[in-house]
């Protein structure tokens, strides 16, 4: 079946240091790619996504794009801050994930002032 | 304006005791989504109704009894439950069950059986 694997985590930054968090994938066809992000205490927020091979997705600050090559769909950020502390979790729909999202283990990001 | 809300936000309750959570989108999608949330934060599909069908039922206990009444509500009643029920239940929606269709989640509601 289809998964999704994350980098482990927890990754801990200082603020305006660069983010990766990385992010592969196994599917069959095409399936489309989403970051999500959970606040402390709080549901998932979709944060980006990309529907076809090298497309980039992009919002506030991150960017991720779709390499079909690599199968990956690894999230960038530039310049972290504070306010940016949450769990990040990488998922794909399609393929055998067909009308259902197939979540990655999530990563947790600590930004320190 | 809530998009996708659930009731209650906590629930805490016995082994063996049957429970329900419920769920409301007032976005006008025609599909909505249980996801479960275990202790290491992973999350997995339990079920998906489109237009008040069930269209995803994954291995799921029978004990988990997924009710659609119409399209803007979902709810998820619990039979028996176990110790290894306790977790976070996310509800979600999207306009349809298509590859490209964004899903919405709610703020969850944080379970524990003792």
């Known amino acids: 079946g289809d998964s999704v694997t994350q980098m482990e985590g927890p990754v801990t930054l200082s603020e305006e240091a660069f983010l990766t968090i990385n992010c592969t994938y196994t599917a069959t066809g095409y399936p489309s790619l989403f970051w999500y992000v959970q606040y402390p205490g709080e549901g998932l927020q979709l944060l980006l996504k990309?529907?076809?091979?090298?497309d980039k997705g992009s919002n506030k600050g991150f960017e991720a794009t779709y390499r079909k090559e690599t199968t990956s769909f690894h999230l960038e950020k530039g310049s972290v801050q504070v306010s940016d502390s949450a769990v990040y979790f990488c998922a794909l729909e399609g393929g055998t994930s067909y009308g259902k999202l197939t979540f990655g283990q999530g990563t947790i990001l600590t930004v320190h002032p | 304006d809530t998009a996708v809300s659930q009731t209650p936000k906590y629930l805490v309750t016995q082994m063996g005791n049957d429970k329900s959570i419920k769920c409301e989108q007032n976005?006008?999608?025609?599909?909505m989504y249980w996801y479960k949330q275990d202790s290491k934060k992973f999350l997995k599909i339990m079920f998906s109704y489109n237009n008040k069908e069930l269209i995803i039922n994954e291995t799921v206990p029978n004990r988990f009894s997924p009710k659609s009444p119409d399209k803007a509500h979902l709810n998820l009643h619990i039979n028996s439950l176990e110790l290894g029920d306790s977790a976070v239940y996310f509800c979600a929606s999207s306009q349809n069950s298509g590859v490209t269709d964004t899903q919405y989640f709610g703020p969850g509601t944080r379970l524990t059986v003792l």
């Open positions: 976005l006008g999608h025609d599909t």
């Open positions: 990309a529907t076809k091979a090298d």
